[in-house]
């Protein structure tokens, strides 16, 4: 049975920390894995990975995949109140267009 | 403003009273989705649509229909509903094919069945 697993499944830090945050996958037919933002809100698009070791970047936030260990991290440096969030990693397969989801993790970040 | 939207945003229901909770894009886009969020589960995806007339099964696909009459319409249909379907609910939309899988989530409908 295909499955997206996440760690910690909540996290609270102080602003400025470093955080990591990590999703396992075991999955047939694996095509992509995808990282979203969600506030109190419906998630919005943060990054897709599809290729081993290459790191998608967008201002304090990164990301890499590792398809032969079957993870991503997604890393969040100086981390702001704004990021508090629940992030949620979902993975797509090449075979049809279902997306399997991660229960997320839920990042706090206090003054 | 490209956008998914969905109606009704809040709905409190009774057992077996059937409902439509409706879902439109205004992004041309081929592919669209319906998803459940519960604590602790994350999102679950119910039905998917890869264009009109074309629907299939996700991974709780009990309880909920869909049709594709429209490129621009996806409603999600509870013909009996039941307390477990209590949940909050995405519709979501995207090209279809291609290496873009940036999906456009709609609102959210927050349901309550009692």
């Known amino acids: 049975e295909d499955k997206v697993v996440q760690s910690p499944l909540s996290l609270v830090v102080h602003e400025g920390d470093t955080v990591t945050l990590n999703c396992s996958y075991e999955?047939?037919?694996?095509?992509?894995l995808l990282w979203y933002k969600q506030e109190k809100k419906a998630p919005t698009f943060l990054f897709m990975l599809?290729?081993?070791?290459i790191e998608k970047k967008s201002g304090r936030l990164s990301s890499i995949l590792d398809k032969k260990e079957l993870f991503s991290i997604l890393n969040i440096t100086a981390t702001q109140t704004g990021d508090s969030a629940v992030y949620l990693c979902?993975?797509?397969?090449?075979?049809?267009?279902?997306?399997?989801f991660g229960p997320g993790t839920s990042l706090s970040v206090i003054p | 403003e490209a956008q998914v939207t969905q109606n009704p945003r809040y709905l409190i229901t009774v057992t077996g009273k059937k409902l439509t909770v409706t879902c439109s894009q205004n992004?041309?886009?081929?592919?669209m989705s319906w998803y459940r969020q519960d604590p602790g589960l994350g999102l679950r995806q119910i039905y998917y649509?890869?264009?009109?007339?074309?629907?299939d099964k996700g991974d709780v696909p009990e309880g909920y229909k869909v049709s594709r009459k429209e490129k621009r319409n996806f409603p999600l249909i509870l013909e009996s509903p039941s307390p477990n379907q209590t949940s909050l609910y995405f519709c979501?939309?995207?090209?279809?094919?291609?290496?873009?899988?940036?999906?456009?989530f709609g609102p959210g409908t927050r349901l309550t069945v009692t």
């Open positions: 649509s890869m264009n009109v007339e074309v629907t």
């Open positions: 599809t290729s081993s070791g």
């Open positions: 979902a993975v797509t397969k090449t075979s049809y267009d279902k997306v399997i």
């Open positions: 979501a939309s995207k090209e279809s094919g291609g290496i873009s899988y940036e999906q456009y």
């Open positions: 992004m041309n886009h081929e592919y």
């Open positions: 999955v047939t037919n694996f095509r992509s």
